[in-house]
């Protein structure tokens, strides 16, 4: 049986769980490619191919989707990857290709959360100089400029890796450190930087939940980013339902065989 070629666009630890398992569970039925960005120079071992960098926007994924015969496309990137989420979906529909989100389930506040919601990077910043508080900032780098118009407030950032250049921001510390982080750790920054707010997108996942446990803890405000929505294609928020998905994509038909004419 010829096989089908799914593309999984990364980034994620979800991403590259779900190209270990789709490996295991279909062998040589399934070419699977995992792209990367590219942005943090760190590739996890995956026994499929590995792609690194940017397509060249949405034509340049429609391209790549053709050029490689690609049959079923996974967007795997992080909640917050709304970029690139927008032109998987477009490239996909152009190409005709079968697509899904895979993506972790959000955060729920719980009784004593001290969550305050917003819908937007903007939003986020608006608090941030409203409420005037010492503030940790875990967002990532590309979002920080945002915070270069506030004034006043001290900013703790917390970075993967050194900035190439200082930060434009009025007052801040830096904190370099790499994820998965546990409740003790957090807890001791929260201490240690004498933290009064904390911004967090509403990535999911373990990796980085740690802060919010620590904040629930200590009984300190959260300014809580809201996903981004892509209206138009399926979300699944389960690895084993990706899975029986990919399943059904490879059971279905390659092409719909012309009737025989007597
Ligand atoms: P983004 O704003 O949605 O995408 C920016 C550009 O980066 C895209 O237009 C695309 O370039 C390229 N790109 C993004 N993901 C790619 C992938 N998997 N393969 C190939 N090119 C990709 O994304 P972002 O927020 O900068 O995030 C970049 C990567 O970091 C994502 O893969 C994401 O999963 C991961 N990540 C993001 C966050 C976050 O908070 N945003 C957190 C953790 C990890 P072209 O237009 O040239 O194709």
Not at 67 to 75: F, N, P, S
């Amino acid at each position: 049986m010829p096989h089908k070629h799914l593309l999984i666009l990364g980034g994620t630890g979800e991403a590259a769980e779900l190209a270990r398992r789709a490996y295991q569970v279909f062998g040589t039925d399934l070419k699977i490619t995992v792209s990367y960005a590219g942005v943090t120079g760190h590739q996890p071992d995956l026994p499929c191919v590995v792609r690194v960098g940017g397509f060249g926007g949405e034509d340049g994924l429609a391209h790549f989707i053709e050029h490689e015969k690609i049959d079923l496309l996974i967007d795997a990137t992080h909640p917050f990857a709304h970029q690139i989420s927008l032109h998987a979906f477009k490239a996909a529909e152009k190409c005709k290709c079968q697509a899904l989100i895979y993506n972790r389930p959000a955060w729920n506040a719980e009784k004593s959360d001290q969550w305050i919601m917003v819908k937007s990077l903007q939003g986020a910043v608006q608090k941030v100089q409203d409420l005037g508080l010492k503030c940790f900032l875990t967002i990532g780098i590309k979002e920080l400029a945002a915070f270069e118009t506030v004034k006043n407030v001290p900013l703790v950032v917390r970075l993967i890796n050194e900035p190439d250049h200082p930060l434009k921001l009025e007052n801040y510390e830096l904190v370099l450190s790499r994820p998965p982080y546990d409740l003790a750790q957090e807890r001791t920054l929260l201490e240690e930087h004498h933290i009064e707010v904390i911004v967090s997108k509403n990535s999911g996942g373990a990796q980085t939940f740690a802060k919010i446990e620590a904040a629930r803890h200590k009984r300190i405000p959260v300014i809580m980013i809201e996903r981004p929505v892509l209206q138009d294609l399926a979300v699944l928020e389960n690895l084993d339902e990706v899975l029986d998905w990919i399943k059904g994509q490879l059971v279905a038909p390659l092409f719909t065989p012309e009737p025989l004419v007597n």
